[in-house]
């Protein structure tokens, strides 16, 4: 049994630790909270009093919110399927953030190139491997499909060839395809979830403070592929250099000293920027520059 070590006091969250910790640290430190890890320790220290943080592996993380051993926590909306925590917690935010790509991850029912399996039905009666076995067995007795599921500890792709299929997680397939896979379904998709059990939601000032963590993560989210933008504009050129300017709302125009010149700032999607900058460059902005942001709040 473990011990609760964290301050009842506090919101005590719980953070994946692995492979998905640095990008979650990160992410944490785009919204505001500096998280610092100590190698030999599983609590890290966040500057922020209210808060107590410790990490988990993401598949612990929902059963621990649910057993109230932490108030909150981040881990794949998968593994709160797996553990069939999915009607137990408060869903805060779905956080589109992993270790390789802002894309769901998916867990995919893939078999040999050269296998005669060709459908989900001629699974029947076979073995497969699979991290995700619960929510396997659910899925082929949905299908109405008899299959023999056991647990992988990993190496999951090479067991495509010792046995019938695996079922595995992929976030951009080169996995797969590096292993000459072929997918026939996708089981599940999954994104990061911010999860609560229902007591600490029910309180007040952990409700506002967990909403106040995941407006701020969401924020700094949404400011990954985003720069700001600032020029100075002959007013003569303003309307035709707004005209083509994307922008949240619309730029904000502000007047300069010398009446003939306007500055424009917008915020607009980082692959915009290298067309954009030589068409506003055409058009007659000057002192153009553009800088990241660490949060975009809608």
């Not at 924020?219 to 005209?243: Q, W």
Request: aromatic share 6%; proline share 4%.
């Amino acid at each position: 049994m473990m011990t609760n070590r964290l301050p009842p006091d506090t919101l005590r969250l719980g953070l994946p630790s692995g492979s998905m910790q640095q990008s979650t640290i990160e992410l944490f430190a785009r919204a505001g909270y500096r998280v610092s890890v100590d190698s030999r320790s599983v609590f890290p220290r966040i500057d922020d009093d209210s808060i107590s943080a410790v990490l988990f592996r993401s598949q612990e993380i929902s059963r621990y919110v649910v057993d109230d051993l932490i108030d909150c926590g981040l881990c794949g909306y998968d593994w709160v399927v797996e553990n069939g925590n999915d009607t137990d917690v408060v869903e805060i935010a779905e956080l589109t953030y992993s270790r390789a790509t802002s894309s769901p991850a998916r867990w995919v029912l893939a078999v040999p190139e050269e296998s005669e399996i060709k459908r989900v039905e001629d699974f029947e009666g076979k073995l497969i491997a699979t991290e995700l076995v619960n929510t396997v067995r659910k899925y082929f007795a949905a299908k109405g499909v008899n299959v023999n599921v056991e647990f992988s500890w990993g190496t999951t792709e090479i067991k495509a060839r010792i046995l019938d299929g695996i079922v595995d997680l992929t976030e951009t397939g080169s996995s797969i395809r590096a292993n000459n896979l072929r997918v026939i379904d996708t089981i599940l998709s999954s994104t990061i979830r911010f999860i609560s059990n229902k007591k600490a939601w029910d309180v007040p000032w952990k409700r506002e403070k967990m909403e106040n963590i995941a407006l701020l993560l969401k924020g700094a989210m949404e400011a990954r592929a985003k720069v700001g933008l600032k020029m100075n504009v002959p007013e003569a050129k303003l309307a035709e250099i707004v005209g083509f300017l994307p922008a949240e709302k619309s730029p904000t125009i502000s007047r300069l000293s010398d009446k003939e010149w306007v500055a424009v700032e917008v915020i607009l999607e980082e692959k915009q920027e290298r067309e954009l900058i030589p068409r506003l460059k055409r058009a007659g902005a000057t002192g153009i520059i553009t800088y990241p942001l660490n949060k975009v709040i809608p």
